[in-house]
Nanobody
Framework: QVQLVESGGGLVQAGGSLRLSCIAS?????????LGWFRQAPEKEREFVTG????????AYADSVKGRFTMSRDNAENTVYLQMNSLKPEDTAVYFC????????????????WGQGTQVTVSS
């Protein structure tokens, strides 16, 4: 069982930056899990943003965030981060952290554990 708690969301102007964090806890070995970030805007489906494999050997990004967002993990702190730069109004959504064994998938149903989400609002 893995518990995930996101933080760092808020209101920012277009062009600004935010850094999201996701802390994992529970009876698990954090280093055996891939972590993903997803987002969901009102009346839209949950979409993949980025993910990092268990060994940090591979990181995947949605085309819409490439070059602007960076995901990293700190296994010593059981934490993953999402650095978001050059934010746009279309990045406005609830951002969720998710975990699954070993490798990243872009499919939400492929993740076993989810956090409660953190709201990111980008004003124009």
């Amino acid at each position: 069982q893995v518990q995930l708690v996101e933080s760092g969301g808020g209101l920012v102007q277009a062009g600004g930056s935010l850094r999201l964090s996701c802390i994992a806890s529970g009876r698990t070995t954090f280093t055996t899990y891939a972590l993903g970030w997803f987002r969901q805007a009102p009346e839209k489906e949950r979409e993949f943003v980025t993910g990092i494999s268990w060994d940090s050997g591979s990181t995947a990004y949605a085309d819409s965030v490439k070059g602007r967002f960076t995901m990293s993990r700190d296994n010593a702190e059981n934490t993953v981060y999402l650095q978001m730069n050059s934010l746009k109004p279309e990045d406005t959504a609830v951002y969720f952290c998710a975990a699954r064994p070993l490798w990243v998938t872009r499919t939400p149903s492929g993740y076993n554990y989810w956090g409660q989400g953190t709201q990111v609002t980008v004003s124009s």
